[in-house]
């Protein structure tokens, strides 16, 4: 007996089960883009290299009070910046993955999402390549 044709056809039906179990929700995008847009604003906005570089010890000062109160803001308005990306966001679910367009003030980004994991890259990047 031939057991290649129902041991592909078992795979193909366990990693489509895994696919769309895995597939992240709007939700899961909202928070995973929150958490992005809040580090990138620490790293940009409060990098103590650079306000060291222009203040020297009070820009190491000024880092650290940048960092307290971008993660406080954070925490306490997390709800909102969630529901402001889910406002912004066009979401289509594919079953085994979904795509996201969220237009935000700093640019519009394209986002992919499967098996739990996010890619995201701007739409500017893609239209210059």
């Known amino acids: ?6 041991l592909t056809l078992i ?3 366990a990693l489509g089960g895994t696919l769309a179990f895995t ?5 899961d995008y909202a928070v995973f883009l929150s958490d992005a847009v809040n580090e990138k604003v620490q790293e940009e906005i409060c990098n103590s290299g650079r306000l060291s570089e222009w203040l020297g010890r009070v820009g190491d000062a000024l880092s650290g009070v940048c960092q307290n109160v971008v993660t406080s803001g954070g ?3 997390e709800r909102e910046v969630q529901t402001f990306i889910k406002d912004n966001t ?3 679910n594919r ?5 996201y367009t969220t237009d935000l003030p700093f640019g519009t980004y394209r986002g992919f999402a499967v098996f739990n994991k996010f890619i995201l890259r ?3 990047e893609e239209q210059n390549n």
């Not at 007996?1 to 129902?6: A, F």
């Not at 079953?95 to 795509?99: K, Q």
């Open 23 to 27: 597939n992240p929700n709007e939700d």
């Open 95 to 99: 079953f085994f993955f979904s795509t």
């Open 11 to 13: 795979a193909i039906a």
């Open 122 to 124: 701007p739409i500017e």
């Open 75 to 77: 925490k306490l308005s």
């Open 90 to 92: 066009d979401y289509n």
């Open 1 to 6: 007996m031939k057991l290649g044709l129902p």
